[in-house]
């Protein structure tokens, strides 16, 4: 399988075949684990340097899991946190959640520590009447509690136990956090009854990565035996906040991390048992599932209702968009993604609603039935996060869409939302990699997008002496710019909605009168139509007129503000945007400055800008385009990316001057003169 977006830091092993890197744990390095024992410098501490957005700071964050002499599981945490503004109280507040059948949490101690005016420590402890739990589906419960007396300055600890009676459910660990921690530490000692195979991700190294074989003694049939035992120890230190960036699938694609699944069970003097099973075999229980590959053959009304709308079609491709249309304009998707149907096809058709699974299984039921191949793919969407395919579980994935062949190619369909055409996949789909349900076999097969965000604006402007600017606007909206914004369209008013497409909050432009064209017709470009005008747009300063030539533009901001990004960019579609622009310009005025031609991109063409200009009689006419077609940066790109975002807000702040034509002043040969007009215009976003 190939993977795109893999950590440098990714890797398989066989749990406990891990070699020692480097470093021991330092005594002057690791934090006093001491229930209550906090140095005194972290009270005083009020700010964290690195971090001038910490709200908390974890100081340190500590689990450790083993095994009893039983081989029942259990999994300690503590965890200790200074509060340095009340939006740290966000952590102040612990769920956990585990499996109400096999697991059982006990042990929760919780306290708040504060330095008292005197310089001694105050503690209020958590109340054992603090803590609740409560349901969390069938399956799960979720034990929750607050510390007690959260403010700015004061240090928080808790800690728990879990025990488990089931060798499946080894907890995973998680080295960052959403605020910086100092300190995070998971120590790991497992028989080797239980064989776990390891997946570590992240882009920051281990300050410690050890193992080790030891032995212990564990109860058997006939009494206590020593057992080699694999000890495992990873700590990391001063490890950075992850927060929301854009552009990014999930945070926990990209969050250092180690997790396990049982993979086999070899109990002495027993022949060893796997656990997990190979893709051939969930491929094969898919096919086999009564609610999946058992719905796909089609009941006699499914058959009925497919050959009925292909009836006469001899072209494949349009007997393949009859039936996602069909599909798609008759079914109505309830918002939820799954990988199974609820009832069965024929209640969906019956009923006209289901989750994604029931939409895109009677989809896939009824393109057979038409006469096409026609495959069920399995995906993780973009905010489910990525498959790991070296873990055969079909858990990883949250959703179904369909594969068919026609013309010689192969095309992904998601029928499940009515406003989009069937070229068009969702964007929560676009996440790479799709597991194929073949008749007999499987395959994983690229999910990428077949098409661009496309926005074309053509601006036709008059500006009066005092500033004054108005005129014609046409928006033509293609691809997933249309399908984006005939969504954000079926959401409002349509006044409101033209309003923010032109950003007339930010640009200062009134919107006079619209038209909108072919807002319900999903395979044609949505058309926005608009009269414009503004009071103030430019600056008249003497002699001249200072003016943004962008006006209407959807003018570009830089989406990234941190220096740096350890983790890709990924896009998901490209995107291009053109804007054309002829403005006339007031009588007894002549152009004396404006935005010089260029063309700027990114190494290997993966972006491009360009501007280009020219003046007949008395219109400007400039032209820009910006065209993304890489979807996916590595983090080592991300400077370039963000510089070059930085020169094209620039350059879009660059303004046209005009003098007036009588005047005796000498006429600016750069945008130094007069130092007063440097500034952008209102009209600039």
Same mark, same amino acid.
């Given at each position: 399988m190939t993977r795109r977006h893999l950590?440098?830091?990714?890797?398989?092993?066989?749990?406990?075949?891990?070699?020692?890197?480097?470093?021991?744990?330092?005594?002057?390095?690791?934090?006093?684990?001491?229930?209550?024992?906090?140095?005194?410098?972290?009270?005083?501490?009020?700010?964290?340097?690195?971090?001038?957005?910490?709200?908390?700071?974890?100081?340190?964050?500590?689990?450790?899991a083993s095994f009893d002499s039983h081989y029942d599981l259990e999994f300690h945490r503590h965890t200790r946190i200074k509060i340095l503004r009340k939006e740290g109280y966000a952590l102040g507040t612990v769920k956990v959640s585990y499996q109400k059948q096999v697991q059982d949490i006990g042990d929760i101690e919780g306290q708040t520590l504060t330095l008292g005016p005197d310089g001694t420590i105050v503690r209020q402890e958590l109340r054992g009447d603090d803590v609740?739990?409560?349901?969390s589906g069938e399956k799960f419960k979720t034990a929750k509690f607050t510390l007690p007396a959260l403010a700015p300055g004061s240090v928080i600890e808790y800690r728990y136990t879990i025990r488990s009676t089931n060798a499946n459910y080894l907890n995973d660990w998680s080295f960052q956090n959403d605020e910086p921690t100092l300190w995070s530490e998971y120590e790991l000692r497992t028989p080797n009854v239980f064989a776990y195979a390891s997946v570590t991700q992240g882009y920051h190294k281990f300050f410690v990565q050890t193992s080790e074989q030891l032995k212990e003694s564990f109860q058997g049939p006939a009494g206590m035996n020593?057992?080699?035992?694999?000890?495992?120890?990873?700590?990391?230190?001063?490890? %950075?906040? /992850? #927060?929301?960036?854009?552009?990014?699938?999930?945070?926990?694609?990209?969050? +250092? $991390?180690?997790?396990? !699944? *049982?993979?086999?069970?070899?109990?002495?003097?027993?022949?060893?048992? %796997?656990? /997990? #099973?190979?893709?051939?075999?969930?491929?094969?229980?898919?096919?086999?599932? +009564? $609610?999946?590959?058992? !719905? *796909?053959?089609?009941?006699?009304?499914?058959?009925?209702v497919a050959?009925?709308?292909?009836?006469?079609?001899?072209?494949?491709?349009?007997?393949?968009?009859?039936?996602?249309?069909?599909?798609?304009?008759?079914?109505?998707?309830?918002?939820?993604?799954?990988?199974?149907?609820?009832?069965?096809l024929d209640d969906v058709l019956e009923k006209k609603a289901g989750n994604s699974a029931d939409i895109n299984l009677l989809l896939t039921a009824m393109l057979r039935a038409a006469g096409l191949p026609a495959h069920p793919v399995l995906v993780s969407t973009r905010d489910n996060g990525r498959v790991v395919d070296v873990y055969p579980l079909v858990d990883q994935f949250n959703t179904v869409i369909c594969?068919?062949?026609?013309?010689?190619?192969?095309?992904?369909?998601?029928?499940?939302?009515?406003?989009?055409?069937?070229?068009?996949?969702?964007?929560?789909?676009?996440?790479?990699?799709?597991?194929?349900?073949?008749?007999?076999?499987?395959?994983?097969?690229?999910?990428?997008?077949?098409a661009t965000k496309n926005a074309l604006t053509f601006a036709d402007m008059s500006l009066d002496t005092a500033g004054a600017i108005a005129g014609r606007v046409q928006m033509k909206l293609s691809d997933y710019a249309a399908v984006n914004e005939r969504a954000a369209l079926a959401e409002g008013k349509r006044d409101k909605f033209v309003s923010s497409l032109l950003k007339s909050s930010s640009n200062g432009i009134n919107v006079d009168a619209f038209t909108i064209t072919n807002a319900d017709s999903v395979l044609?470009?949505?058309?926005?139509?608009?009269?414009?005008?503004?009071?103030?747009?430019?600056?008249?300063?003497?002699?001249?007129?200072?003016?943004?030539?962008?006006?209407?533009?959807?003018?570009?901001?830089?989406?990234?503000?941190?220096?740096?990004?350890?983790?890709?960019?990924?896009?998901?579609?490209?995107?291009?945007?053109?804007?054309?622009?002829?403005l006339k310009i007031p009588p007894g005025y002549a152009l004396m400055d404006h935005p010089k031609d260029l063309t700027i991109q990114l190494p290997m063409n993966g972006a491009m800008y360009q501007r280009l200009s020219q003046q007949a009689e008395n219109v400007f006419m400039l032209s820009v385009r910006f065209d993304l077609t890489?979807?996916?940066?590595?983090?080592?790109?991300?400077?370039?990316?963000?510089?070059?975002?930085?020169?094209?807000?620039?350059?879009?702040?660059?303004?046209?001057?005009?003098q007036k034509q009588s005047s005796a002043a000498p006429a600016p040969t750069n945008r130094t003169e007069p130092a007063k007009a440097r500034g952008r215009t209102k009209g600039k976003k």
């Open positions: 950590t440098p830091l990714l890797s398989l092993c066989t749990l406990f075949s891990l070699t020692l890197l480097s470093r021991a744990v330092a005594g002057t390095d690791a934090p006093s684990k001491e229930w209550g024992s906090v140095p005194k410098e972290h009270f005083l501490m009020s700010s964290y340097p690195p971090d001038s957005n910490a709200a908390a700071v974890i100081l340190f964050d500590i689990g450790e609740f739990t409560e349901e020593i057992v080699p035992v694999s000890h495992s120890h990873w700590v990391m230190k001063d490890v %950075p906040a /992850l #927060r929301e960036e854009p552009f990014i699938t999930t945070l926990d694609d990209y969050r +250092d $991390r180690v997790s396990f !699944q *049982l993979s086999g069970v070899a109990w002495p003097g027993e022949v060893p048992q %796997p656990i /997990l #099973r190979t893709w051939d075999k969930v491929a094969e229980e898919l096919r086999n599932h +009564d $609610r999946f590959g058992g !719905q *796909l053959d089609g009941s006699g009304s499914i058959r009925r050959e009925s709308l292909s009836a006469g079609i001899a072209d494949s491709a349009k007997r393949m968009e009859t039936v996602y249309d069909f599909v798609r304009n008759s079914i109505l998707w309830d918002g939820r993604h799954a990988l199974l149907t609820r009832k069965g594969q068919t062949s026609v013309g010689g190619r192969n095309v992904l369909l998601d029928a499940t939302e009515r406003m989009r055409p069937w070229p068009l996949l969702p964007f929560a789909d676009l996440n790479h990699t799709g597991f194929l349900v073949g008749d007999e076999g499987y395959a994983w097969i690229p999910v990428e997008p077949t044609l470009p949505l058309v926005v139509d608009a009269t414009v005008s503004s009071g103030v747009y430019a600056q008249v300063l003497n002699d001249f007129i200072y003016v943004n030539p962008m006006t209407v533009a959807r003018s570009m901001e830089n989406p990234f503000k941190r220096n740096e990004r350890l983790f890709p960019v990924d896009y998901a579609y490209p995107r291009s945007f053109t804007y054309k622009l002829n890489q979807t996916s940066f590595p983090p080592e790109k991300y400077a370039a990316l963000r510089e070059f975002y930085e020169r094209i807000v620039a350059l879009e702040s660059e303004q046209l001057v005009l």
